[in-house]
C-alpha cells in the first residue's frame, strides 16, 4: 500500500488525476472504475481538463461505476448516472455506450446486480478502481456489517450515509434507503485500486482502513489485502495515520 499525502484537496484531485490518466496513456482502452461524491469531482475536473488539452483521450476507455441509488432515473439530479454525465462523461471522449452504471430502476434489482457482475467479470474487471470512502469506512455502498458481501447487491444504506447524503436533497427525508453497489470481491477484483480522501471527517476511517483490524465493520480496511493499493490524500484525512507513524510518500 503505497500512501500519498498532498496538502489539500485540489493536491489530492491532481495527484489522484495523475494515476488515470497515467494508466489511460499506458493502456489506452483500459477498464476504470469510477465513483461520485464530493471527493472525486476536483479528479473528474483536472481529467477533462487533461482529455480537452490532448494529452490523453477516453474514445477505447470503459467505465464502470461502483454503485447507484435504487429508485432513482438517470435523470434525477441525484443519481449517480445523472453525477458521472455532468461531471465527467459529458465533458471528454468517452464513448457513451462504453460507460455503465448499475441500472437504479430495474424492475428486479436482483438481477440488474447479477446482471451487472456479469459485464463487470467480462470486461476481465477494472485495471484502476478510484475509490472514495465513507465516514463510516464504507466503499461503494459496502456498509459496516457482519460479513463482507463479494457480489454486487441491493444495500440498506445506514442513517450515517443518508445523514452524509442528506446535504444533496432536500432533506434527509428524501434520500434513497436502498442502493446497488458493487460487492467487495469485485472490487477487490480490480488490478489496482485508488482510494482517495479529503478532510478531517475522514480521519477516523481512514485510520481504521489502513491500521485497523481488516474487519467488516469498516469495509475499507479490506484494502489492506490487495496487492496494489494506492492512497491519495490531505493531510486533514490523513492526521491520525501520520500521528501513528505510518511512513507516507510526500
Ligand atoms: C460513491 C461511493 C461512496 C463515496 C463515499 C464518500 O460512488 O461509492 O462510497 O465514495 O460515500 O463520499 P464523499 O466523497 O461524498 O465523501
Not at 488525476?17 to 476504470?32: D, F, K, M, T, W
Not at 488539452?53 to 477516453?58: D, I, L, P, R, T
Not at 449517480?80 to 455506450?97: A, G, S, W
Not at 434507503?177 to 469485485?186: E, F, H, P, S, Y
Amino acid at each position: 500500500m503505497r500512501i500519498y499525502q498532498e496538502a489539500d484537496y485540489e493536491a489530492m484531485s491532481r495527484r489522484a488525476a495523475g494515476i488515470i490518466s497515467a494508466e489511460v496513456i499506458r493502456r489506452p482502452n483500459c477498464v476504470l472504475g469510477l465513483a461520485t461524491g464530493s471527493t472525486p469531482i476536483g479528479t473528474y475536473q483536472n481529467l477533462i481538463e487533461g482529455n480537452k488539452s490532448g494529452a490523453y483521450s477516453f474514445k477505447e476507455v470503459t467505465t464502470v461505476n461502483l454503485d447507484e441509488y435504487k429508485g432513482l432515473a438517470p435523470t434525477h439530479d441525484q443519481s449517480y448516472r445523472y453525477f458521472m454525465q455532468h461531471n465527467l462523461f459529458d465533458h471528454i471522449d468517452v464513448m457513451p455506450e462504453n460507460t455503465n452504471v448499475p441500472d437504479g430502476l430495474a424492475a428486479d434489482a436482483d438481477a440488474e446486480c447479477a446482471r451487472y457482475d456479469q459485464l463487470v467479470a467480462s470486461l476481465g474487471y477494472a485495471d484502476l478502481q478510484l475509490l472514495g470512502l465513507g465516514r463510516n469506512g464504507h466503499i461503494g455502498f459496502n456498509e459496516p456489517g457482519p460479513a463482507f458481501v463479494k457480489e454486487t447487491h441491493v444495500v440498506d444504506l445506514t442513517e450515517s450515509t443518508i445523514d452524509a447524503n442528506a446535504r444533496f436533497f432536500a432533506s434527509a427525508d428524501d434520500v434513497p434507503r436502498q442502493a446497488l453497489t458493487m460487492g467487495i470481491g469485485v472490487i477487490m477484483a480490480a488490478k489496482r485500486i485508488l482510494l482517495i480522501a479529503s478532510g478531517s471527517d475522514k480521519a477516523d476511517a481512514l485510520y481504521a482502513a489502513i491500521c485497523g483490524p481488516i474487519t467488516p465493520d469498516c469495509p475499507a480496511s479490506i484494502l489492506q489485502l490487495h496487492s496494489d493499493v494506492v492512497i491519495v490524500a490531505d493531510k486533514a484525512a490523513l492526521s491520525k495515520v501520520t500521528a501513528a507513524g505510518v511512513s507516507v510518500c510526500e
